[in-house]
């Protein structure tokens, strides 16, 4: 009885690995003058959550945005565009006192998903920087994306 209860167990665990195949991308999301190493994991069906950890100019940032993926496949299969909301905080002038700075982030952007597990994207990102010790304002950033998709 034992194994039958493991073998069943093993072919479930065997569906879900297969039925979640692909919810995963890890790559970089390379900025005007850094880049950063991004992590996306689908959620729900068209909803995602992407967390990027960024090294660039004189500072390091730490960014989660909550994203709506919306289909395109009416320019070709693959094209999705989404759009969303989180939060950052990153500390910057590394090289001299130095701060830190807190606020939240939004991010609207377009890819394109090969075949292959590979996606490819373009998006925009503002943020309003307003906790901490730095001086806070208001940031943005274009971003190339390249991801492996697992």
Same mark, same amino acid.
């Not at 689908?42 to 919306?70: C, H, K, P, S």
């Given at each position: 009885?034992?194994?039958?209860?493991?073998? %069943? /167990?093993?072919? !479930?665990? #065997? &569906?879900?690995?297969? =039925?979640?195949?692909?919810?995963? +991308?890890?790559?970089?999301?390379?900025?005007?003058?850094?880049?950063?190493?991004?992590?996306?994991?689908?959620?729900?069906?068209?909803?995602?959550?992407?967390?990027?950890?960024?090294?660039?100019?004189?500072?390091?940032?730490?960014?989660?945005?909550?994203?709506?993926?919306?289909? %395109? /496949?009416?320019? !070709?299969? #693959? &094209?999705?565009?989404? =759009?969303?909301?989180?939060?950052? +905080?990153?500390?910057?002038?590394?090289?001299?006192?130095?701060?830190?700075?807190?606020?939240?982030?939004?991010?609207?952007?377009?890819?394109?998903?090969?075949?292959?597990?590979?996606?490819?994207?373009?998006?925009?990102?503002?943020?309003?920087?307003?906790?901490?010790?730095?001086?806070?304002?208001?940031?943005?950033?274009?971003?190339?994306?390249?991801?492996?998709?697992?």
């Amino acid at each position: 009885m034992k194994k039958k209860i493991f073998m %069943l /167990a093993f072919v !479930a665990a #065997g &569906f879900i690995v297969t =039925a979640n195949a692909q919810n995963n +991308a890890i790559g970089l999301r390379g900025v005007y003058n850094g880049a950063e190493i991004s992590f996306q994991h689908t959620l729900v069906n068209t909803n995602r959550l992407e967390v990027d950890a960024g090294f660039w100019g004189n500072g390091v940032n730490l960014t989660g945005i909550y994203q709506w993926n919306w289909d %395109l /496949a009416q320019l !070709a299969d #693959g &094209f999705k565009w989404y =759009a969303g909301v989180g939060a950052g +905080a990153g500390f910057w002038g590394i090289n001299d006192k130095g701060y830190f700075n807190a606020g939240v982030a939004g991010q609207i952007g377009i890819e394109y998903n090969f075949n292959i597990p590979l996606q490819l994207s373009l998006d925009y990102r503002p943020a309003l920087y307003f906790l901490g010790d730095g001086k806070g304002g208001y940031w943005t950033n274009v971003a190339l994306g390249i991801r492996y998709k697992f």
